[in-house]
């Protein structure tokens, strides 16, 4: 079968390749909650079986209403989709162009989306040496190029950066300036919610708002996300949606995991402490350098001796798996992305990890 995409999380395909089940694979490879869903999510799931009867409600009237509610935004700013991977390779649709700009290194879907949809795709580097910093005059001199789309990932994957509301807020100005539609995409912004700039985007009406549910509550196997952008905006994108795309078991999953507070304030905090701590474990092998991180992933970086996917491979044979970055543009074969997941599973990398590069 033809490989179509380039992802952590290959967890069943890695699995098939080593002759092993599934679970015997530790997944260090895809950024979700170590925590797994929020308990109320198994049994409300199981609870509307039933309703399978039907089509799904395609405005996914109570989870948008829920969302509107903790958004602080009327019901009509959203628009929610299959994953926010769907409403990414509804965007090319949504906007008139054909070129488009993306910060990176940084998601892969969005440029396979662009490029399905022949755009033509330029890329703004952020370098690791300036540990991804935003360089507001670099970016407005290379959107004055003129275009029409404009990605910004917020915490980035892979790097782990977390931008201020302020520097988003020039990213706007520059966007307002040149005419360019903002994507900005907080798939990760529920493990730091005050750092996000989604009233800014949404009030100013000059882009779209990417959230995902896949990660922060655990369950990727169902697909949900959601656009946040302002009302005409966000009709425009759910115009452009096929009908019934977010199925009833996760309109049910996602009610599921709003109602839950205590499971959202746990996790951050599960998340902040582990992620210190793996950090730091990580700081102090040889040969690693560890890059600051504001969601459940980290990136880090080999020194010498070792390449990420060599370290891949390494772990592997210890069935731990880890994403080598060297696919991402603006990356190298040096660098690798780990996600933070419990204290146990954490230490056994931290081990594993020490062991490989001492044989190296
Ligand atoms: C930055 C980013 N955005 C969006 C997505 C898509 O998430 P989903 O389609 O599961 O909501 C991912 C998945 O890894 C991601 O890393």
């Not at 020194?303 to 990356?331: H, K, N, P, V, W």
Request: hydrophobic share 45%; glycine share 10%.
């Amino acid at each position: 079968m033809t490989k179509t995409f380039d992802h952590g999380g290959t967890v069943f395909a890695t699995a098939r390749s080593l002759g092993i089940d599934v679970g015997e694979l530790v997944d260090f490879s895809a950024s979700i909650n170590p925590l797994g869903p929020p308990p109320g999510v198994r049994e409300s799931v199981a609870a509307v079986f039933d309703r399978l009867v039907h089509y799904p409600d395609s405005d996914c009237t109570r989870l948008a209403g829920l969302l509107a509610e903790r958004h602080g935004v009327p019901t009509d700013c959203l628009c929610l989709g299959n994953g926010s991977t769907e409403l990414i390779y509804l965007i090319p649709r949504l906007a008139a162009g054909s070129r488009a700009l993306l910060i990176a290194p940084t998601f892969s879907e969005y440029g396979r989306a662009l490029h399905l949809a022949g755009w033509q795709c330029d890329r703004h580097f952020f370098s690791a040496s300036s540990r991804f910093a935003l360089d507001l005059d670099a970016l407005g001199t290379d959107l004055a190029r003129g275009y029409d789309l404009l990605f910004l990932c917020n915490p980035g994957n892979p790097t782990g950066r977390l931008y201020s509301r302020e520097e988003v807020a020039g990213v706007i100005d520059l966007c307002r300036e040149q005419g360019t539609l903002l994507v900005l995409d907080e798939a990760f912004m529920d493990f730091c919610e005050e750092a996000s700039a989604k009233d800014l985007v949404v009030d100013g009406g000059c882009g779209v708002v990417l959230r995902s549910m896949t990660k922060f509550y655990g369950f990727p196997g169902l697909r949900l996300g959601y656009a946040l952008a302002e009302p005409s905006l966000a009709a425009r994108l759910a115009a452009l949606r096929p009908p019934w795309s977010v199925n009833t078991l996760a309109q049910e999953a996602g009610l599921a995991a709003l109602a839950d507070p205590e499971y959202a304030k746990r996790t951050r905090a599960y998340v902040a402490r582990e992620r210190e701590r793996l950090a730091a474990g990580l700081a102090a092998l040889r040969g690693v350098e560890v890059y600051p991180g504001a969601a459940n992933y980290l990136l880090a970086e080999l020194t010498y001796c070792m390449t990420g996917a060599e370290l891949q491979r390494a772990l592997l044979s210890r069935r731990l798996l880890i994403r080598d970055c060297a696919g991402f543009a603006g990356l190298d074969g040096r660098f690798f992305r780990v996600a933070v997941r419990t204290r146990q599973e954490n230490e056994l990398l931290l081990a594993a990890l020490g062991e490989v590069l001492r044989e190296s």
